[in-house]
């Protein structure tokens, strides 16, 4: 491996294509209605608060429910 010399001028590095804040938020956006449609299946879909019938989303979220600290029973 060859090092550089103390005169050397360091290797340029090539520059970071910026992303605009137009172009990334409805990716955002698309994140964030998802994550908190996820959150209130896990953490609220039971009981009063249930927009599905029966007990079918409960039980496929069950472990999750338990691992996030969420109480069920």
């Known amino acids: 491996m060859a090092y550089p010399a ?7 590095r090539p520059a970071l294509p910026t992303i605009p804040l ?13 994550a908190l449609l996820l959150l209130y299946f896990v953490g609220a879909e039971q009981g ?5 019938g029966g007990s079918y989303i409960h039980e496929f979220v069950h472990d999750a429910r338990h691992l996030l600290g969420f109480a069920c029973h």
């Open 6 to 12: 103390a005169g050397d001028a360091p290797a340029a």
């Open 48 to 52: 009063a608060v249930s927009l599905v």
């Open 22 to 34: 137009s172009e990334l938020a409805p990716f955002a956006l698309f994140g964030s209605v998802l």
